[in-house]
Structures are given as C-alpha cells and as structure tokens.
C-alpha cells in the first residue's frame, strides 16, 4: 500500500477532552504504519490573545488559516487532508483553501456541533433537539446554549447559519467520519449528505489485560458535568454498599466531593494521568456510565473493554449500539437511577457473570476496536476521498 503525506488538523479546546485523545492516537497510529503525518494544530486557549470581537470574526471565518493552510500545502503537497476540529481558531475556511488546491477532505464528526449550538443536544436537564426543528439554530442563542452565553451562543449560531447558507457542509468536504451508525443517522436528518457519510468507530491502543483478581470496586470514568449523569450517578449510590470509585473533573464536582463524603464506599480520585488510569481500571469489576443524552463514542467504554471490564450504562444514542446487553454490559433507562442500581446489584454479586461479560468485553475490544482494523477502515477511507477527487 501507498505510503501517504497526511495533513492532520486539529483545534484543541481549552480543557483537554476524547477528541485530543483521539487525534493523538490516530497520528500515531498512522506514523506507526509509516505514513508522513503533517500535524496542524492551535488551540483555543489563544482566544484571549485575538479579543472578543476579532475571535468572533475568526470563528466564522478566519483569513490567517485560509492563509497558513494554503501555505503549508505549498510546501509540502498532502495527498490528503484529515480534519478533526475546527472550533474556533481555524474556522472552516480552511476546507476552502484545501479544495482551492484539489486536496481531498475528510472530516471526523466527534461531537454535534454541526447541528447544535452546545454540541451536545442537552439543555436544561433534558435532552434537547429544539435546534434541530428550524433552518437556523436560532433556539441554541435564546437558550445560551453555548457556555451560557448569549454573545458566544451567537457567535456559534452565526458561524453554523452562514456555512449552512453559503453550502460549506456539503461541498466543501469529500467524506465525514461518523462514530456509530446512530450518529450518522442524526447527520442525516440534520442535513448532511448520507452519500458522504462513513462510520468507523474510535480506538485505543492495545494494551496487555491485568490480571482479574483485586477487582474490588464499580467505577466512573468522565467529566463530572449534567449531560454526563453524575447527579444519577450520587442517586443511585447513595444509599448503595457496592464500592464507587469516581475519576474526573468538571463542574459537577461538588456533586463526588459530597457523595464520597457521605458515603464511605465511595472514593473521589479527582483528574488521573492516563498511567495511573490504567492501573484503577485494572482493579474495577465494571464501569458505570449513566449519560443522560446522546453520546458520540465514549472512550470509557472503550477503555472498560479493553480492561476486560463490563459496562452498566444509560440506553441511550450509540451507547445502546455499542454495548451488547448481557454479553459486554447492562444498559438502564436514562435518568432513572434505581434502574442503575436494579440492573448492577444482582451483576456485581454474580462473580461468575462479571468475568463472562468482562471476558466478552474483552474480545469485543480486540474485534473491534483494536488500531490494526482501525487502521484498515481508515485507510478505506482515504483511499475513498482520494479517488473521488480523480
């Protein structure tokens, strides 16, 4: 196969999330095959650098990438072009300044920021889709849905309505990477062309499973915020005897700190380094991971398969797609913590069925969402993208 130069792009955001974990792995992935990575990348922690009016502008549409782009190309001619991130510093202009060039275009959707203002499709403790009603995301600036911000709200709002009008999202990009099948059909309804839509899943580098025994605990792993369930997540354990360990940080906080203060099952270890992370997997009997709205494709859950670890998880978006119910894991109506608990309580005292399902989990992890098939579906596409442009 064709050794490629491959543009990757990417914006990081200000707190360090699955998608920068993602990029890395796939640069890696690709170098490791032997292919040429050209990695571009900015962050948004330079927003305060540029000001509120002239990041606004950038946002929409930012002339300095069109530019940086365009100049990268110049020198070093990528056969392809692989987009992970564009909010806020680069902007789509840059899909402009690759298609100026004939450069084929593959953008990963890691989130819905396309067709919601928050990215998430959560509001006021509910799922939400009100955006997904109108032309324009007009009901994401009535309800802040941005930061809680009106300004920022609009700013998203104006970026997606002018690249929605101007016809960006469908000429602009050759093929989208979808992460499961139930998000592709949400672009679809969202206005996406289904003919340029492909799913391939994430995944994590293959790691050796630790041993089974000292599993001692259920564990939650993810950024302590509404949309990610952790007030479910207190409910549910309160008044439970099964050990909790709770890994993360966000503006939920609070919400662990007092749980683990009331509860002397519970522990709160905060933010975890990716070695350190390993190792409290490696001691779980499963991972619990309750979201209250549409998931992508939790790296955790990942993560948990490949520990050898079954997951107990809200049936909801492409959750209920990835999780084989009573083969990898449990899944519980969304919102509902005494489904949690009705559903992990008979689990976590089957010793038996824990390591069936963990051991499944396990094989599921290395089928599915090991990097050597990734790699494979990934360069599938690449090849796709590239002889369309022919």
Sequence with gaps: MKKLRILLVHNYYQQSGGEDVVFESE??????FGHEVVALTESNRHLEELGN???????????????????LISRKHPDIAHI?????????????ALQKHSIP?????????????????????????????????????????????????????????????????????????????????????????????????????????????NRRYALFVGRLSPEKGIHILVKAFQSSDIPLYIVGDGPDRKLALELASQNNNV????????????????????????????ENFPMNILEAFRSGIPVVASKIGSIKEIINEGETGLLFH???????????QPLWQNQAELERMGSNARREYEEKYAPERNYQLL???????IESKK
């Design 84 to 96: 992970h991130n564009t909010w806020m510093m680069f902007s789509p202009s840059i899909y402009y």
């Design 53 to 71: 009016f002239a990041a606004a502008k950038n946002a929409v549409w930012s002339l300095n990438a069109f530019n940086r782009v365009s100049e």
């Design 267 to 294: 522990r709160y270890l905060g933010h975890v380094d990716r070695a350190s992370l390993e190792k409290v997997y490696s001691q779980a009997k499963c991972l619990v991971v309750p979201s209250v709205t549409y």
């Design 379 to 385: 360069m599938d596409i690449y090849h796709r993208a």
């Design 105 to 213: 275009v593959v953008q990963t959707l890691h989130n819905y920021r396309l067709l919601c203002p928050g990215a998430t499709f959560y509001r006021d403790g509910k799922v939400c889709n009100d955006c997904m009603k109108l032309p324009l995301p007009l009901y994401g600036v009535v309800h802040k849905c941005y930061r809680n911000s009106l300004a920022q709200s609009a700013i998203v709002a104006t970026m997606l309505s002018y690249h929605r009008l101007k016809g960006t999202w469908h000429d602009q990009v050759d093929f989208y990477i979808t992460l499961s099948e139930y998000a592709k059909q949400k672009f679809i309804q969202g206005g996406l062309p289904a003919n340029k839509i492909i799913t391939k899943p994430n995944f994590i580098d293959y790691r050796d499973m630790h041993a089974k025994n």
């Design 334 to 344: 969304p919102g509902d913590p005494d489904d949690l608990i009705t559903k992990i």
């Design 27 to 32: 640069k890696k992935l690709l170098q490791d």
